[in-house]
């Protein structure tokens, strides 16, 4: 599976953001989905994750109740809104997917897409 990540940008603290993550392929149903970030100097973190069904989510305690991931099977896309973005936010933003099933729900993914570049200014 092809992975390819938009949405980024430059905004202000208490903004609000949608990541898109478009999937190649006719089987994006069957893989779970993740988004991971990077920021300066930091390594890469587990940031949110939803299963193929869209059944179950799963969040990093730092965005939880800020940030929602979704999905759109019909349309192979998986989605992060971020609300009440604050600076320390700011990262390179990656979606990841890997075959439903795993018990790696928080990482590693087996699949990754480019990452988009998410400022947050204060």
């Known amino acids: 599976v092809q992975l390819q990540a938009s949405g980024g940008g430059l905004v202000q603290a208490g903004a609000s953001l949608r990541l898109s993550c478009a999937a190649s392929g006719r089987t994006f149903s069957s893989y779970d989905m993740g988004w991971f970030r990077r920021a300066p100097g930091k390594v890469r973190e587990f940031v949110a994750a939803i299963t193929w069904s869209g059944g179950s989510t799963y969040y990093a305690d730092s965005v939880k109740g800020r940030f929602t991931i979704s999905r759109d099977n019909t349309k192979n896309t998986v989605y992060l809104q971020m609300n009440s973005l604050k600076p320390e936010d700011t990262a390179v933003y990656y979606c990841?997917?890997?075959?439903?099933?795993?018990?790696?729900?928080?990482?590693?993914?087996?699949?990754w897409g480019q990452g988009t570049q998410v400022t947050v200014s204060s």
């Open positions: 990841a997917a890997q075959v439903s099933g795993s018990s790696r729900i928080r990482g590693p993914y087996d699949y």
